[in-house]
């Protein structure tokens, strides 16, 4: 189950892998546009998000001092991106989405069918673990990677296709 939303996180991964190619520790806290998030926020977010769907899998997270700054529902106001590093968050979103992947694509029925119990995601057709799995292996990805890519092209950067 999930291979093909595994293959699209892979093309996903890349992606964003691409488009923080213009980011740096130095502009990662940057707001070009008002109403546009920083990359700190968008990379911080997307991986910790990989990580708390691991552990909806059984699998543990391995960056909880990120929660507090990037799990769903926080704001994005940061003073400085003192501490963070776009290529860690880079390495993380690697690593992480290729093992929700894995657990996505050898996990049991029964797990996937459990109720979620991400109290945001509550009211949206997303009703089970292997929804949310789903959910953050394509659209959430697709979502944050738009995103980035306004970002980029707000910063003054040429789109990429």
Same mark, same amino acid.
């Given at each position: 189950?999930?291979?093909?939303?595994?293959l699209?996180?892979? /093309?996903?991964?890349? !992606?964003?892998?691409?488009?923080?190619?213009? &980011?740096?520790d130095?502009?990662?806290?940057?707001?070009?546009?008002?109403?546009?998030?920083?990359?700190?926020? %968008?990379?911080?977010?997307?991986? %910790?998000? +990989?990580?708390?769907? %691991?552990?909806?899998?059984?699998?543990?997270?391995e960056?909880r001092?990120?929660?507090? $700054?990037?799990?769903?529902?926080? =704001?994005?106001?940061f003073? #400085?991106a003192?501490g !963070?590093?776009?290529?860690?968050?880079?390495s993380? %979103?690697? #690593? #992480? !989405?290729?093992?929700? #992947?894995? /657990?996505? =694509?050898t996990?049991d029925?029964?797990?996937?069918?459990?109720?979620?119990g &991400?109290?945001?995601?509550?009211?949206? *057709?997303?009703?089970t *673990?292997?929804? &949310?799995a789903?959910?953050?292996?394509t659209?959430? /990805?697709?979502?944050h $990677?738009a995103?980035?890519?306004?970002?980029?092209? +707000?910063?003054?950067?040429? !789109?990429l296709?």
């Amino acid at each position: 189950m999930h291979e093909r939303e595994a293959l699209l996180n892979q /093309m996903f991964v890349n !992606y964003i892998e691409t488009l923080a190619n213009d &980011v740096t520790d130095e502009n990662l806290n940057s707001r070009p546009v008002e109403t546009g998030h920083t990359p700190l926020w %968008i990379l911080g977010h997307v991986a %910790i998000c +990989a990580e708390l769907g %691991i552990r909806m899998l059984g699998g543990d997270i391995e960056h909880r001092q990120w929660l507090p $700054a990037f799990a769903p529902g926080t =704001k994005d106001e940061f003073d #400085s991106a003192e501490g !963070y590093s776009r290529d860690e968050f880079l390495s993380c %979103i690697k #690593s #992480s !989405y290729a093992r929700l #992947s894995e /657990m996505a =694509k050898t996990a049991d029925d029964e797990v996937l069918n459990q109720p979620h119990g &991400v109290e945001l995601l509550n009211d949206t *057709v997303l009703n089970t *673990v292997g929804d &949310v799995a789903a959910h953050l292996l394509t659209t959430h /990805m697709a979502f944050h $990677a738009a995103q980035l890519s306004a970002w980029r092209q +707000a910063s003054g950067h040429r !789109y990429l296709f």
